[in-house]
């Protein structure tokens, strides 16, 4: 119910619009009578005041413009310290996008709105636009020379490094600025309190030490400090973290002295309130001393949580959560709790809370990076409950539970490329241009960046301001966008299309400690796994490493043999059978693994064609989840024509001279268009994509590194691999015949920031890439060989894989250049089954079959009687 004096408030208010009063006036009355006593139902009288601001039919002013900015910092103030995080970045979102529109000043819009903001679009993941508006902020700052608010701009900008996992940039910012700036004491205890929590997450060689020692420098520079109560509490949780496990009584005192300075503080906010208590219950958890941590763990929920009561339940209900990261550590917190109590299944009921809080954080996130940092978040929650589904298993023999486990790990597969090329499909036209937009302006602040120290400053911040525009926009389409990626794969579906496809699938999840190993085979799921470490990772991180140069394996063919050996026995892949398919779902490193080339069984030979290579028990293909394989759509029934790409770059140091042979050789087997030298550019294939169904490019391209991004080369210029998002194709085939074109920066689940990955957001379904540097030479001769494959029909994942046996067994090429090097770089992701089959020949086969049925029945039947053969031996 309404108190009688805010009826009056408002009524007042309603007076003072219809009649001639200053526009300003009226909102900083309603401001000042909010401040007077702050709650939420006076944010809902700001509200209606802003709301009849706009509705006013009084010209604008700029005074009164002003106010509203005002009226929405204060909102997103109070919002904020009420623990509407989502509303209060909506109100300083609002409050910025007005200062900005109307160029309005006379404000500390930085001190006030942007500084609040970059934090909060931190705290819920959203890195990209915390590091933009900070970047921003330091700008205007920088303008201005107010070496405060630069300083504040940089500690939070480490902030924001720290968190999406920059550590070395995080701490090359800090020294940086802590040897170069004139700073305050407090501004370098503040400084040397963030280099200590970023020498904290790095933990390599003396990193514990050094964290130490910062920390232990901060401490006499902020006690001297009032004000900063609060980043002295969490100097101390630190020193807590580093002693717990060797120094216990220290640890103790540290963290005491922590809950002293947390007593005290004047004001707590209920997320602040929630951190300390978590510090709580991992302490208490550590100590086992579970009846205690149960009692904390719900005070974190009654401080989060309003409505929120115990009753028969501890956990919260699912309709009371929202996007805040105290509550997913809480349910994690409560989740280890459950699991320590021997309650498995209320273990994992709160981690499907956390799981679904995430999904509220994704909606909240418009940036493609900050949405895969967030998502990966998740993994190590994954690995807990796999582990939990894999004992329950164990315990039942009930195969629901390695089907859940599976569905969990598939729902984290791709899945930001799962929805953003759904995104694509059913956008509006003029979202689709606002994304764009965003993308743009983002790529042209990427390419400025890259030239370091000659980087226009002045133009990346220009960009930073158009990339913020078109993100508020874009910003309003996220909320419809929440229900997308929540349904289960169709596991029947997926049974019928493998037995279909005479296929085996395995799909890998590296999780931090557990590499979990689904097969699918036989209409069921197993689900294997091997530790992470010396006797088993170490194999296949040192298999990949033969691949990083040419002499590598050549130089040491006896070591090959055996690591190639040892990794294929510790990936626990499935052995030659009745299936002649194989379909890969990689994970983590495993993207860059070429399975193709891993020893079956170790020999003493010197002759790489007489190996004994996994290519040689199946036809491999990849992909980047089940539900794409499963999703795919047929191939077009259309001619096969080529649209080639060959900027061969000549008379330069980068001249492809065997490029020439591999376009004469695809000329030859198919119709097409093809671009030679200069005419090879950006806008010809942009121009014509669309109408081919095979799209070749012969070129260069880079995997770029952490900072810089994956590249294609055009005669004309270099390609961002997130240019290509808007390409909107649908071909049948792309061939990158490149370098490095399915490598970039990796992401766990997510996979690698690479060429083939921009094409995928574009609408390519099945490609052929390369996995490191490929040689121009063997490069032509084995596309020849491909090509002349799918000329003769076969299915492209067949002709890639029988133009590798080929190419092993061709007398013309030297033993050395039959290293896997050389032909086991280029991967087939897509469909397994060829779509492209004449129809007439397809009928022919189907009344050979009418006229032969019984014999054909009688081999299905003998198949299928082995196939259950295996099973039951399995079984057993």
């Known amino acids: 119910m309404i108190k009688k004096s805010v009826l009056l408030y408002l009524f007042t208010t309603l007076s003072l619009f219809g009649q001639k009063h200053n526009q300003e006036e009226i909102t900083y009355d309603a401001i000042d009578y909010f401040v007077a006593s702050p709650s939420l139902e006076g944010i809902k009288n700001l509200n209606t005041v802003e709301t009849l601001f706009w509705k006013s039919q009084d010209k604008k002013t700029k005074e009164g413009l002003l106010s509203i900015v005002v009226l929405n910092c204060n909102k997103g103030y109070f919002q904020n310290k009420f623990g509407k995080t989502n509303q209060a970045i909506a109100s300083y979102e609002k409050a910025w996008k007005t200062y900005s529109t109307y160029q309005l000043n006379d404000y500390d819009i930085i001190e006030y709105c942007l500084k609040p903001l970059g934090n909060l679009y931190a705290i819920i993941g959203d890195y990209d636009n915390a590091e933009s508006i900070i970047k921003h902020y330091y700008f205007i700052a920088n303008a201005e020379k107010n070496e405060s608010q630069k300083v504040g701009a940089i500690l939070n900008l480490s902030n924001v490094y720290q968190n999406s996992g920059r550590i070395n940039e995080a701490i090359d910012l800090i020294e940086k600025t802590i040897q170069n700036e004139k700073i305050t004491a407090t501004q370098k205890g503040l400084l040397l309190n963030n280099l200590g929590a970023n020498y904290l997450l790095r933990s390599?060689?003396?990193?514990?030490?050094?964290?130490e020692t910062a920390f232990l420098k901060a401490i006499p520079l902020?006690?001297?400090?009032?004000?900063?109560?609060e980043s002295l509490f969490n100097t101390y949780i630190n020193l807590y973290r580093i002693?717990?496990?060797h120094g216990k009584n220290e640890a103790l005192n540290y963290f005491s002295k922590a809950k002293t300075i947390f007593e005290n503080l004047p004001e707590k906010e209920p997320r602040k309130k929630a951190q300390f208590y978590l510090e709580e219950v991992n302490l208490l958890l550590q100590q086992n001393n579970l009846t205690e941590a149960q009692k904390v763990l719900q005070t974190i929920f009654k401080t989060l949580i309003s409505n929120y009561s115990k009753g028969k339940n501890i956990l919260p209900k699912q309709t009371a959560l929202y996007a805040e990261t105290a509550l997913i550590d809480a349910l994690d917190l409560q989740a280890d709790l459950f699991t320590a109590q021997k309650q498995p299944e209320k273990a994992l009921k709160s981690y499907a809370l956390a799981f679904h809080i995430e999904k509220l954080f994704q909606t909240l996130i418009v940036y493609e990076n900050s949405k895969i940092i967030t998502q990966i978040k998740n993994r190590k929650r994954i690995e807990k409950c796999i582990l939990i589904y894999q004992t329950l298993f164990e315990k039942d023999a009930n195969s629901v539970f390695i089907e859940k486990a599976f569905q969990l790990v598939e729902h984290n597969k791709s899945c930001i490329l799962k929805n953003e090329i759904y995104r694509n499909k059913i956008a509006s036209k003029s979202e689709k241009q606002k994304i764009e937009e965003l993308r743009f302006w983002n790529n042209e602040i990427l390419k400025e960046q890259q030239k370091g120290e000659l980087a226009n400053i002045d133009k990346i911040n220009k960009a930073i301001k158009k990339q913020n525009q078109a993100m508020l926009f874009v910003k309003q389409y996220q909320p419809s966008r929440s229900k997308q990626n929540e349904t289960n794969i169709n596991v029947n579906a997926l049974y019928y299309k493998l037995e279909s496809d005479d296929a085996i699938m395995v799909e890998y999840f590296w999780g931090p400690k557990t590499v979990y190993v689904f097969t699918i085979q036989n209409n069921q799921i197993s689900l294997q796994s091997f530790g992470i470490g010396q006797t088993s990772g170490e194999s296949i991180v040192k298999y990949i490493a033969f691949f990083n140069n040419a002499n590598s394996i050549t130089n040491n063919i006896n070591l090959y043999n055996k690591t190639a050996a040892s990794a294929y026995k510790n990936l626990l892949l499935p052995t030659k059978s009745s299936y002649k398919n194989?379909?890969?779902?990689?994970?983590g490193i495993l993207n860059f693994l070429p399975f193709e080339a891993l020893i079956t069984k170790e020999s003493n030979t010197t002759s790489f064609e007489k190996m004994h290579y996994f290519l040689n028990d199946f036809n491999i293909a990849y992909n980047n989840s089940a539900s794409f394989y499963l999703d795919a759509k047929p191939f077009r029934p259309k001619e096969k024509t080529v649209l080639g790409i060959f900027p061969v770059f000549e008379k330069t140091n980068y001249t492809l001279t065997y490029s020439k042979k591999e376009l004469q050789s695809i000329r030859n087997s198919f119709k097409g268009r093809f671009f030679e030298n200069n005419t090879a550019t950006f806008q010809n294939f942009k121009k014509n994509a669309a109408?081919?169904?095979?799209?070749?490019?012969?070129?260069?391209?880079?995997?770029?590194?952490?900072?810089t991004p994956a590249s294609i080369k055009f005669y004309d210029r270099e390609v961002l691999y997130s240019e290509l998002y808007h390409l909107n194709i649908k071909p049948n085939l792309v061939v990158l015949s490149a370098c490095e074109t399915g490598i970039g920066k990796l992401f766990k689940s997510e996979g690698a920031m690479s060429i083939a990955r921009g094409f995928q957001f574009a609408g390519a379904q099945n490609l052929l890439f390369s996995l490191w540097k490929v040689n121009?030479?063997?490069?032509?001769?084995?596309?020849?060989?491909?090509?002349?494959?799918?000329?003769?029909?076969?299915?492209?994942?067949e002709a890639n894989h029988q133009a590798k046996l080929d190419f092993l067994s061709d007398e013309k090429i030297s033993n050395a250049k039959k290293s896997p090097y050389y032909w086991a770089s280029f991967v087939y992701y897509g469909g397994i089954e060829n779509k492209d089959k004449n129809n007439y020949l397809l009928l022919g086969s189907v009344i050979i079959a009418i006229l032969i049925g019984g014999f054909v029945l009688i081999k299905l039947i003998a198949k299928r009687m082995q196939k259950e053969k295996i099973l039951f031996k399995n079984k057993k």
């Open 776 to 797: 121009d030479y063997t490069t032509s001769i084995f596309m020849g060989d491909f090509y002349k494959k799918i000329k003769r029909n076969n299915s492209y994942f």
């Open 222 to 229: 902020l006690y001297k400090d009032k004000t900063q109560a």
């Open 582 to 587: 194989l379909l890969i779902i990689p994970d």
């Open 243 to 245: 002693k717990i496990n």
């Open 204 to 211: 390599i060689n003396e990193d514990s030490k050094n964290a």
């Open 691 to 707: 109408n081919y169904s095979i799209l070749h490019l012969s070129t260069h391209a880079t995997a770029g590194d952490i900072e």
